[in-house]
């Protein structure tokens, strides 16, 4: 048995004496690492699972995002927006708002659409000021 939802036993879960046990581990998304356990024939196994690799530029701009919610709640509702990528941009989209958030990998610049733009994008300056701003680096 296991402990967790993303280990399972896929062969060899029923029987006694000798025999195989075959196990898959599902991708784990998250940039933490996990860890869960796989018990067999009463002994316990560990499995230890690697986070994904999470390149700096996204996230710097997820911190960005996430300091600019804090700070101006009023523009950037609700806190906790999901990040999306249409390369070369990085963002976020503000329903209670309507406004988007992005950073562009492809001058390093932080930009804004919404209500306080006319919906134009406006480009707020170079992503690093901000990022220092914020706290970011």
Not at 32 to 40: D, E, W
Not at 47 to 55: E, F, L
Not at 73 to 81: H, V
Not at 84 to 108: E, F, H, I, K, M
């Amino acid at each position: 048995t296991s402990n967790v939802d993303w280990i399972t036993i896929t062969s060899g879960s029923s029987g006694s004496g000798n025999g195989t046990v075959v196990y898959a581990v599902a991708a784990n998304p998250s940039s933490r690492s996990s860890i869960g356990t796989l018990t067999v024939a009463s002994q316990t196994f560990t499995v230890t699972q690697a986070g994904i690799t999470v390149p700096a530029f996204i996230s710097r701009s997820d911190c960005l995002f996430n300091w600019a919610e804090s700070i101006y709640p009023n523009l950037f509702a609700p806190m906790g927006a999901i990040s999306n990528t249409l390369a070369p941009c990085y963002y976020r989209y503000y329903p209670q708002t309507n406004a988007y958030l992005a950073t562009s990998s492809a001058d390093n610049h932080v930009y804004y659409l919404g209500p306080l733009s006319n919906n134009s994008i406006l480009d707020v300056g170079a992503l690093s000021p901000w990022l220092s701003t914020a706290g970011c680096q």
